[in-house]
Structure formats: C-alpha cells, structure tokens
C-alpha cells in the first residue's frame, strides 16, 4: 500500500511570504503529526491532528498553524516566513495517537525541503 | 528539561567493520524507545523499538541496547555495509506527556569502500 506522501518535495520562498505543506497518510490511518528538522536541532515536533481536531502541539509561534481534513489529508501553514524557517518538513502517520506513541505503524514521509531565501 | 544525547555527531568506519552509536536519555518516565535510519533527504525508518522491560532488540544487522538504569542505550551495526550511510536517531516516548516524542540529534555514519 501506499505510503505517507508529502507534496511538493521541494519548495523555494521568499522571505516574508507564506506557504502550505501537504501530507496524505496512509489508507485507514487517521493520526498525523508534522515535524521540522533542521540540522542544528535535529526533529522538533510541530503538531498532531486526529480526526480533525489537533490534539498536541510543540513550542512554535502562531506564524505555524495546521489543519487535518475529513478524509485524514492535512496541511501545514507557516505565514510571513522568515530566513530561520529553512528546513525539513517531516509528517508522520499512524492509525490512531496511541498505535503512534507505542511505536506501533507510525510512518514518516520523505519531507518538504523548504527553502526561504 | 528532558533531553535526549546522542554520540559521536558523526563516524566514519569501513565496509565491513562493526560500530556502535549511543543514545543518553534524562526523559523519566519513558514509555519506550527507539531507533530511527534516516536517508539523506528521506523521512525516518524505524529500526527497533524497545519498552521499559526490554533490553536487547534485533533487527538484521541492527541491534540495540537499553539500560533504563543507567538510561542508555546504544545501537551496534554488525558487518557494516555502504547502505548503512545515513543519520541515526534515537527518540524517547515520554509517558508522563502523553507520550510526547522527545529526538536526540542524530548520529551520521559514513561507510567507507
């Protein structure tokens, strides 16, 4: 079966503009979490959305928001983009939070290289 | 704060050889913990995952440690091959938080021909 697709792959922004990151999960899987990854601090978690409604979220300004659709398909926005906001954009799915936390079916995708320039 | 270390930042070892990578973790109390391989460019795959009662898990080649006592880990790479070039990333499932995920940074390994 298909796994967790991010789309675009890559991205390429300026400074000061907004973009939005899509993630769909895996068939009949309906928790998804976003991650950034940067090489100076590793993964950090951004969110995670269950039926629709965000149950976690990390330590990130308002500028990061996200959403999840009925069909388990989610988005991230980050608006008015800053230079600092370059990196892996990682989404991860699982059937439910709990298979998620217990290690169990809890998949990433390739990511979204963003660039802000 | 919880924190999870992970050492070397990086090696290098040759095809073939053995290594092994660690993984320092404060979170308390944790739910389990794994080991992630992250291509470059690549989302993370799980390697192993290993709960508070376990302290050996293999997978291949791959094998990882944990010492809850001690809160340590370490993952061994047996019979190193080129494919196993990539980052390694031990992550902590913190059950106090819900089971918040908590990251190390990652170890990269380079194997050489």
């Known amino acids: 079966k298909a796994g967790v697709t991010q789309t675009p792959r890559y991205l390429i922004k300026t400074r000061g503009q907004q973009v939005t990151l899509s993630c769909s999960p895996i068939?009949?899987?309906?928790?998804v979490s976003w991650y950034q990854q940067t090489p100076g601090q590793g993964l950090q978690f951004l969110f995670e959305y269950f039926s629709e409604t965000q149950r976690n979220k990390g330590n990130f300004p308002g500028r990061f928001s996200g959403r999840q659709f009925s069909n388990s398909r989610s988005e991230m926005n980050v608006s008015t983009l800053e230079l600092g906001d370059s990196a892996l954009y990682l989404c991860?799915?699982?059937?439910?939070?709990?298979?998620?936390?217990?290690?169990?079916?809890?998949?990433f995708g390739s990511g979204t290289r963003l660039t802000v320039v | 704060k919880n924190q999870v270390e992970q050492s070397p930042q990086s090696l290098i070892i040759l095809e073939g050889k053995n290594c092994t990578l660690q993984?320092?973790?404060?979170?308390?109390?944790?739910?389990?913990l794994r080991w992630y391989k992250q291509d470059t460019g690549r989302g993370p795959v799980s390697l192993t995952i290993?709960?508070?009662?376990?302290n050996t898990k293999s997978n291949g080649r791959y094998t990882a440690t944990l010492d809850a006592d001690t809160k340590q880990s370490s993952l061994h790479i047996t019979a190193s091959q080129l494919s196993d070039s990539a980052s390694y990333i031990c992550v902590v499932s913190e059950e106090a938080a819900g089971n918040k995920l908590t990251f190390g940074g990652g170890t990269r390994v380079l194997v050489k021909p």
């Open positions: 993984c320092n973790y404060t979170v308390s109390p944790f739910s389990n």
């Open positions: 290993m709960t508070f009662s376990e």
């Open positions: 068939s009949g899987h309906r928790s």
């Open positions: 991860a799915s699982s059937v439910n939070p709990g298979t998620a936390f217990r290690g169990y079916g809890y998949t």
